[in-house]
């Protein structure tokens, strides 16, 4: 079994710098390991600029940014990373249990394990939302990574839950693709975006913005073919009697983060 200084799992920006940090400090064996097949995290699909002012001091794109924190472990031989890489476990004894294509199942151990996977989107499951199964429910990362980086659009006529950022910012790039954006819903009375996300992502294109609202079902068999909204109450309970209709082939979701810890209940 492989013995290393410092184990981090996690390939996006955060990962990467503690990788440094690590190195920088003196530890002579560090792995990072990162399920996707390229390091650089979410950021590599966020193809938008914002990114890097703190840090670098001056304005990037997520991909930009990315390849400076890349850039940062490279030729480095303390460094070794591990690309569509699964970790399974991780036990008390900080032992880390893998799979790959590559390696197969496999197992290291460190001396210090640092955990750096980040959060994960909320799914229609998680908010329960009322139909069937049909063809053309996303998240809007998902949505975002197959614009970006894969080449697909996910529809042509799209409805948004959720006005964050990520929601706001994906209005803005299905627009820019020629898609029709019928409405942004947001169950809050107000939008959770920053300003400039409202101005440039939905008042540019003329987007529609339904605060106080939320979609009570989702219509559709094969593919989704509308949704069915309403306005809350301020307990955020649909009001009987303001539903209504809206066509689209596409329900992009933007309805919060929950933290990738699963790992660390060992």
Known sequence: MELYDVIIIGGGPGGLSAAYSAYRNGAKNILVMERDRELGGILQQCIHNGFGLHHFKEELTGPGYAGRCIALIQDKPEIQTLTDTMVLSVSKEKKVTA??????????????????????????????????????????????????????????????????????????RMSLEGCKVQAVCEICPYSNGLTRNMVQCLYDFDIPLYLSH?????????????????????????????????????????????????????
């Open 214 to 266: 939320t979609i009570l079902k989702i219509k559709g068999r094969d593919r989704v073919e509308g949704v069915t909204v309403a306005k809350v109450d301020e307990k955020m309970r649909p009001i009987p009697g303001t539903e209504f209709d809206i066509e689209c082939d596409t329900l992009l979701l933007s309805v919060g983060l929950i933290p990738e810890n699963e790992l660390s209940m060992a």
């Open 99 to 172: 799979v790959s294509p590559e390696k197969g199942l496999f197992t290291v151990q460190g001396k210090t394990v640092i955990l750096t996977m980040g959060c994960r989107e909320r799914t229609r499951g998680a908010i329960r939302t009322a139909g069937e199964r049909p063809a053309g429910v996303f998240t809007a990362g998902a949505a975002q990574r197959m614009v970006n980086m894969e080449g697909y659009l996910p529809g042509k006529k799209i409805v948004i839950l959720g006005s964050g950022d990520i929601g706001l910012i994906m209005a803005r």
